[in-house]
Each structure stands twice: as C-alpha cells, then as structure tokens.
C-alpha cells in the first residue's frame, strides 16, 4: 500500500514534469528512413528497387518523370532506467539526500519517456537486482514505475555496479537506451561498462553532493561507511583537508574520462532550485535526433 506522503511527492514531481514538459516541447523524434510511418517527407526521383507502391502517378504524370512518395518512419524507443538503491546514496551534507535527487531524476526521465510515447522499464540496483519492471508504454504504468522508485526498501546496502552491467548484458535488449543513475561509488566497472557501451546507447547521470567534491575544514571527524558500518578518523584540518579534496575531485575527474573513453554521455547533478527544468533541457537536446 502506498502512503498519502508517497503519493504527494509523485503527484508534485508529475505536476512539475509536465509543466515543464509542455512549455519546452520535448518529445519524439522522426528519422529520415524510407518507410510506410504517418508523415510524409516529400517527393524525390524513382531509383531501382524502390516499392513501386509509393510511386505517386499523379505528380509523376504532370512532371514527365517517375516520382516516389518518401515517409519519416516512427521509430519505438526504449529506456531502461536503472537507479542505484544502495545506502551511499542515503547521504546529505544539507536538507536533501542523493537519494532524493536520484529518485526525483528517475522520476523525471520516466515521465520524459511517457510524454514522447516511449516504452520505459526500471531496474533498482544495489549490489544485487532488488527490482525489475519491464518496458512499456502508458501513464498507468509510469506512475506504478514513479510508485515503485519512491517505496522500494532495499534489502542490500553495498553497491556493486557490475551486477547491474552484467545483469543488462544478458537480460535488456540491444536496441535500448540504458540510463545508470547512480553516485558511482562502487568497486572498479571499467570492464563491465566497456562491455554494454560496446552493444547499447549509456547515459550516465552522477549524483554528487557538494562535500563529495569539496570537503569542508572541521577538524578530526570520526566518519562511518554506511554500507559498511566500518569507522574511520579522518583530518579535514588544512593541508589535509586540501589532499582529501584533491583526492575527490581526481577520482571524480578519472570517472568522466572512463565515460568519455568508451563513449557514454555523462551528466552530473546536484540539487539546486531549477533541477528539473535543467534535467528536461539536457534531455531534450540529448534525446532529439
């Protein structure tokens, strides 16, 4: 049973989608394949071998030359949404956990896929599968996917994205566009992702908190792994604090060029007041061919 709490959040998040969806236009996209779709592209010569049923006779006629009908053809994609579930994305250094942006994007990219009449499947990931949907279309099943994001309780803690990898190798189709929504903090996947960036289309979307990438001075912090429960000491006092930022933002820096290597679009978000809109933007430019 879903809560009265649950359901607000989804009921905003769709209302703010949509608004935003509506003002900016995103949706489909039409390739220039020669093909029986809905919408007529334009007239061009006869060449051999082409359907002698799009020959237009009429215009073919009145301009002494044989002339063929050319359609966009429709095109059915398919996203598969996967969001990493595991306890690292529990953190926040301010009023808002990773967990709650990444559902929030998930949220936003499913409602993306039904505006523009997509199918759209969801695979909740820790170190194990904790949950699958398979894809298809409609507003019935977007909102039991959106349910299903803000509801899910993990049973696992860890990460380990190459279970998911391994998991969309075998099981998703080649022809889907795969969305890894995650914090990335994980052991190494390099092979993994080389692997299902060779045969599909990846977006990875990386959530980071700002203390992810720049870590405040407050002393000697005592500092627990929440997927782990493991307890460090660490020094966050000057020089310290200067190589544990650097350290940070190095691994943060290695991860963009692994994406940018094997030819996955990276985007990286944190929470500010115009997520959304940006979001949908980025999409909108990304997802029109």
């Not at 359907?51 to 215009?59: E, G, H, Q, T, Y």
């Not at 998703?172 to 990335?184: E, N, P, R, T, Y």
């Not at 000057?238 to 963009?256: P, V």
Request: aromatic share 10%; proline share 2%; hydrophobic share 40%.
């Amino acid at each position: 049973m879903i809560s009265k709490k649950i359901m607000q959040q989804v009921r905003e998040l769709e209302i703010h989608t949509r608004r935003v969806l509506n003002s900016s236009q995103v949706g489909g996209y039409r390739s220039s394949q020669k093909g029986f779709g809905f919408d007529f592209d334009q007239l061009r010569p006869y060449q051999y071998g082409d359907d002698v049923r799009l020959i237009d006779w009429k215009s073919s006629c009145r301009g002494n030359n044989l002339l063929v009908r050319q359609y966009f053809e429709e095109r059915n994609r398919t996203f598969m949404l996967c969001l990493d579930v595991s306890a690292s994305t529990y953190y926040g250094s301010h009023d808002t956990l990773k967990q709650d942006v990444m559902k929030q994007i998930t949220g936003v990219l499913s409602l993306v896929a039904e505006f523009s009449k997509d199918k759209v499947g969801l695979i909740l990931f820790s170190d194990q599968i904790e949950k699958e949907i398979a894809p298809a279309k409609g507003k019935q099943h977007v909102h039991h996917i959106i349910e299903t994001i803000f509801s899910h309780v993990p049973s696992s803690k860890k990460t380990d994205i190459n279970v998911l990898l391994g998991h969309v190798t075998q099981k998703v189709s080649k022809s889907a566009v795969v969305f890894l929504i995650s914090d990335f903090i994980s052991p190494c996947f390099e092979k993994s992702l080389k692997q299902v960036a060779i045969h599909k289309e990846v977006i990875a979307v990386s959530c980071t908190d700002a203390q992810e990438i720049d870590f405040d001075s407050a002393g000697l912090l005592w500092i627990q792994d929440p997927e782990t429960g493991e307890q460090v000491l660490v020094d966050t006092r000057k020089k310290k604090r200067q190589d544990l930022s650097a350290f940070l933002q190095k691994r943060m820096m290695q991860q963009r060029q692994m994406f940018q290597q094997y030819k996955v679009d990276f985007l990286q978000v944190q929470p500010k007041a115009h997520f959304i809109h940006d979001l949908v933007m980025f999409f909108q430019k990304r997802l029109m061919y």
